[in-house]
């Protein structure tokens, strides 16, 4: 009988992320960890995706359809316990309940670790302070204070716990301080890339910028959703603004998931920006190195607030590790290395631009030195790229 097999299960979509699981499953089979990476769709979203579908089975996802995601949980599951002396499973954003249930009937055959990307209850405290339209955001905070009201339950449930930065850490112990045994069961998983995955390219660049009709242009560039408020699309709207006053040739490169762009028009009309300042679009994510290459400034902007305390910028890694300069705020932990190493800018607050003005403007005029693209890029490849978190990762489930 086989010793022991490690899962990665993810949530049944196939819109988002997938680069860096395959990435991660990766990195860890060159530290030694295979990781099968699985997940089970509805049939519609299975024959919707099946183009994709065949082009992921070739680069060892295994992809399912099931009319039930807990029934299947339990019988593939169940069958692997079985089969194997024991079984580990990494969740991202399943249901536990199917695993917690296998846990009672096979005991120690099997195994699984729960992750958070941020803090639900800090979330929802944001959602209700910053809303984009009334009731907009009801559903969403709804089902953040009840994964908060369930928080600690699903802790003691697991036998990991995986968050994205050392302050989400420390947060989780400050708030459940009688919990001794809690600290080793909490490991840091960013969402992050694999070293020289993301890189930064003279070539590239050029090649991008002749094809898009860049060369003459100054693009500043967001990427990401804009589902969620404390994105901040509206104050880079008024960001980019002011450095257009500055550098008459910029050009605003939103780089946008599809289903997001009937919000995000909403927000340019609303911001007066010319359709001639602005390219929206959405590009897969094998197109996206060369788009940051091809960019010049990167902006992520976040309120201070706790929520933005303890997460990363996967966004904000990505403009680094191309080379790209960037303006952020303080609000991030990452903001430190930022200040320390040159890599940008982190203003203090966002509030009234008026008052970072003389700062931006600083900037920006300094910008055009594209031999620091290159150490930047050098930086963010050794110091924030997943290599660096692997061994932590293999410790919590060598310990499990």
Known sequence: MPKRKIFYYFRGSLDSHLHFLESWSTVAKESGLEITLITVLDIRTYLKELRNIKRLRSKFFKIYFFPSAYWFSIFYFGLSAIRYQSIVIHLKKRSTKPFFKLKRLLGKRIKYLIEFEGDAKSEAEFLKLHEYKPKFYDDIISSQLSTYKN???????????????????????????????????????????????????????????????????????????????????????????????????????????????????????????????????????????????????????????????????????????????????????????????????????IQNFEDNFEEIDNFISKIENYSDRKRISQWANK???????????????SAI
């Open 151 to 349: 928080e600690k339950k699903e802790i003691d449930n697991a036998n990991g716990v995986l968050v994205v930065t050392k302050a989400h850490k420390k947060l989780l112990l400050d708030r459940y301080q009688e919990d001794r045994l809690l600290k080793a069961k909490v490991a840091i998983q960013p969402m992050s890339f694999s070293q020289n995955e993301m890189i930064y390219s003279e070539s590239i660049r050029e090649r991008i910028r002749k094809a898009n009709g860049f060369n003459e242009k100054f693009i500043v560039v967001y990427t990401g959703n804009v589902v969620y408020s404390w994105q901040n699309l509206s104050k880079t709207i008024k960001l980019f603004k002011f450095i257009k006053s500055k550098k008459s040739n910029s050009l605003l490169l939103l780089l946008i998931r599809k289903q997001d762009h009937t919000i995000a028009n909403e927000f340019i009309t609303a911001n007066n920006l010319p359709e001639a300042d602005y390219i929206l679009k959405s590009i897969p994510h094998e197109e996206m190195m060369g788009h940051l290459n091809a960019s010049d400034l990167g902006i992520s902007l976040r309120d201070h607030h706790i929520m933005n305390s303890i997460v990363n910028s996967g966004k904000l890694m990505e403009y680094l590790a191309c080379g790209l300069p960037v303006i952020t705020t303080s609000a991030l932990a990452i903001a430190k290395d930022i200040k320390s190493n040159k890599l940008g800018l982190a203003l203090e607050q």
């Open 383 to 397: 110091s924030l790229s997943m290599q660096n978190y692997i061994s932590e990762y293999i410790d919590l489930i």
